[in-house]
């Protein structure tokens, strides 16, 4: 019967591998799998495969089941074998097919098809065992489920590389976005093993840390702190990179655990964290170009928040702990709150955690929830108000053993102080303080909340930054921030993470509608297209001559820019509801006009010295770039053989890139060209020597193929050495890789 039974349902045994089986698990089930033909105690119970059979075979024991009946009901299964014809037939869009009805997977596991499929099994057990199965085990594993899943993980990364947070569901569609964006799988799913590595560090810690940061990683997790990991995994990388101690990654640590519960207490909305985190370590770099001095740049950006992403002062924390009802947080940020006032940095520690955790201890209120006629003595005349007030509120609140506190109940103050086990015996500082009070009322109440705050001020410090900028700082203004901006000088614009040059209201303006028009072309085409009757449509225009003053958005639809700067706000703020776009993505960096021209005067003479520098070495190698001088701009361009086709090489505060780019002036001609260059991509890759990023978005005229240098700056000149060997030599590559096969 068992030949039977394996024969016909699953040994392939035609297959020319070692194991010629039909359903093929994957390595870690394989395993569970293979343990169950062994002694018991090898058994891997973590396994669902296990906990399967285990599961039917008591049921089977139970029931009595006889081989014949069992073999019955096995031939009962239906297994569905669908066989696909490449290239017709595409393996992963048949599965998203077959995976839109019925249980839902999770985005990871949809990631790791997409990732797996279309491969041969030799591709597909390399890519497994060298990427997705230490990519699972680093940033997937789930105590609590006991499963895996990376989709949060990948979240954070794709957060990371877009400066961007994407909506859980669509974190699938997201990575491959970005996938065909990058080009080569390969190089994504190495960064991505990188990242889980750091991404289980902050999860996980390790045991070689300094005690400090291993301490404020567990208090982190246990705060339930997501939204700061994108942040923690660049830090990570810094330190690997040496450009951080341990040390340092401890004391970020502090400061994040510092901004994240100032902002609880001061009830701040936790929605504007997310924009911070992702985009914390470029804002530090920004200020001079380097890493140098991270930690007081640290405090430095986040000092300087505004609005609803601030870091809250010594004043604002201090009013919010003496107001803020305490008791009715989650179990967590009590549980955190009450351990750091036990133990501060103290090497005499009280778990506190694991004992909230399991009942141990409780939270005691110690003026009692319900008013008694003697706790009504103990408070005096206005003692109904007391009550209400200060009821649930830290300076009323303490831990205690839960035994004890079932018999604390209602009891007089005198009776918990002295009472068997009570506060005189605690073995908890901050109630054997409680214990010093003879009385429980009004004046100790506020004494012990003036005393509190000193102790949260030092655990949860906002300390001055010592660093000074080499600039004068911009002020940063959200859409939706409620603030008038007429007559500021704008000096760039950051939209969805990205920061863009703008120098003028309506240069914004009109980047900004290319970008909404590039996430749906169908709008701005309607609202040009239709008469002044329809909402916004007045606004647009299909010729230049339908107002005083237009800019084209793209060929075919012109915008009226002969408004105030107010005005086209309020435009762009309801253009963003009909795109579902979060008017807090787009951020204005403003200035006066004259620290704006310095600026851009300091800028312009930085790019100009550096292509003057760059120039004759890249003309000799390249063959190009002839009839090019130094310019003040961001890029420098050399011909081609092909009309309307360049060589670009670009030197930004953030990167440097070298690219191909091709715009003739006809978006026609510019696709033909573009199309033509993409049909050899293997070739040309093959011969630049490594995967390039292919850019041809819908609505845009140009296009262009490009490598990148991250992590460097134009104003650094430290960086200018690299910078230079990255442009000549990747430049002269990219040149003689792309010219065969220009039309």
């Not at 997790?221 to 450009?243: G, K, T, Y």
Request: proline letters at 4%; aromatic letters at 12%; one cysteine or more.
């Amino acid at each position: 019967m068992y030949d039977v039974i394996t024969k016909k349902y699953l040994v392939d045994e035609i297959n020319p591998k070692q194991r010629k089986v039909k359903l093929k698990p994957i390595k870690g089930d394989q395993d569970a799998y293979d343990r169950l033909w062994g002694d018991s105690s090898e058994y891997n119970f973590n396994s669902r495969i296990t906990q399967n059979y285990l599961f039917f075979y008591n049921q089977i024991q139970r029931e009595e089941i006889s081989v014949d009946q069992l073999f019955a009901a096995v031939e009962k299964l239906q297994i569905i074998d669908i066989t696909l014809t490449p290239p017709d037939d595409d393996p992963q869009l048949v599965f998203e097919s077959l995976n839109s009805t019925g249980l839902d997977l999770n985005e990871g596991d949809k990631i790791r098809n997409f990732v797996l499929m279309r491969r041969s099994i030799e591709e597909q057990e390399q890519f497994y065992d060298n990427y997705w199965s230490p990519i699972e085990k680093n940033a997937g594993y789930d105590k609590q489920t006991n499963s895996y899943d990376v989709s949060p993980f990948i979240r954070d990364y794709l957060g990371i590389k877009e400066r961007r947070l994407t909506a859980m569901k669509e974190i699938y569609q997201e990575f491959k976005d970005y996938v065909e964006k990058r080009g080569q799988i390969e190089e994504v799913l190495k960064e991505l093993r990188d990242y889980a590595k750091r991404y289980n560090k902050i999860r996980a810690g390790n045991p070689n840390f300094p005690l400090k940061l291993r301490a404020s990683l567990y208090r982190l997790n246990r705060f339930e702190s997501s939204v700061c990991r994108p942040f923690l995994m660049e830090v990570f990388r810094l330190q690997e990179e040496n450009l951080l101690t341990l040390d340092d990654v401890g004391e970020v640590c502090r400061i994040v655990e510092s901004y994240l519960l100032r902002r609880l207490i001061c009830d701040l909305p936790s929605n504007t964290q997310s924009k911070v985190f992702l985009t914390l370590c470029n804002d530090i770099k920004r200020l001079n170009g380097t890493y140098d001095g991270f930690i007081e740049k640290l405090r430095f950006v986040l000092g300087n928040k505004k609005e609803k992403a601030a870091f809250p002062t010594d004043e604002d924390f201090a009013e919010g702990l003496k107001n803020k009802n305490i008791y009715t947080m989650p179990a967590r940020y009590k549980a955190y709150i009450f351990e750091r006032l036990e133990n501060g940095d103290s090497s005499e520690y009280k778990e506190i955690y694991n004992r909230l955790d399991s009942g141990e201890y409780t939270i005691e209120h110690i003026m009692p929830q319900h008013l008694t006629p003697a706790w009504a003595s103990e408070l005096g005349d206005d003692a109904e108000n007391i009550h209400d007030q200060w009821l649930h509120r830290l300076a009323n609140l303490t831990l205690a053993a839960s035994s004890y506190n079932i018999r604390y109940s209602n009891s007089s103050f005198q009776e918990k102080k002295t009472m068997k086990d009570g506060y005189l015996q605690s073995g908890l500082k901050m109630t054997q303080q409680i214990a010093r009070a003879e009385h429980w009322g009004l004046p100790e109440l506020e004494h012990r909340s003036s005393m509190l705050v000193n102790q949260c001020i030092a655990l949860w410090p906002n300390k001055d930054s010592t660093y000074v900028p080499p600039q004068k700082q911009y002020d940063e203004i959200a859409l939706d921030d409620d603030v008038s901006l007429t007559g500021r000088q704008l000096v760039k614009y950051r939209f969805r993470g990205i920061e863009h040059e703008a120098t003028t209201w309506v240069d914004m303006y009109v980047q900004v509608l290319k970008k909404l028009h590039n996430i749906d072309t169908a709008y701005l085409n309607y609202l040009a297209s239709a008469d002044d009757s329809v909402d916004l449509a007045s606004q647009f225009s299909r010729t230049e001559d339908g107002f005083e003053a237009s800019v084209m958005v793209i060929e075919g639809i012109y915008v009226n820019t002969g408004t105030s700067t107010q005005h086209k706000l309020n435009m762009l703020r309801r253009l963003f509801e009909h795109y579902d776009q979060d008017p807090s993505d787009l951020v204005f960096f403003l200035n006066d006009k004259k620290y704006n021209d310095e600026e851009s005067s300091l800028r312009h003479k930085v790019r100009r010295e550096y292509w003057s520098q760059i120039l004759p070495a890249i003309r000799t190698e390249t063959g190009t770039f002839n009839y090019v001088s130094p310019t003040k701009n961001n890029y420098m361009s050399g011909s081609t053989s092909c009309p309307g086709v360049q060589l670009s090489c670009v030197a930004n505060y953030n990167q440097a890139r070298v690219e191909i780019y091709i715009d003739t002036g006809d978006v026609g001609k510019n696709q033909t060209i573009y199309d033509a260059l993409k049909s050899h991509q293997s070739q040309i890759e093959a011969d630049y020597g490594r995967p390039l990023k292919w850019y041809n978005q819908e609505g845009n005229r140009s296009c262009k193929l490009y490598d990148e240098l991250l992590d460097v700056c134009v104003a650094n000149r430290d960086d200018w050495p690299t910078m230079m060997k990255f442009h000549i030599e990747r430049g002269t590559k990219l040149l003689k890789a792309v010219t065969p096969y220009l039309p």
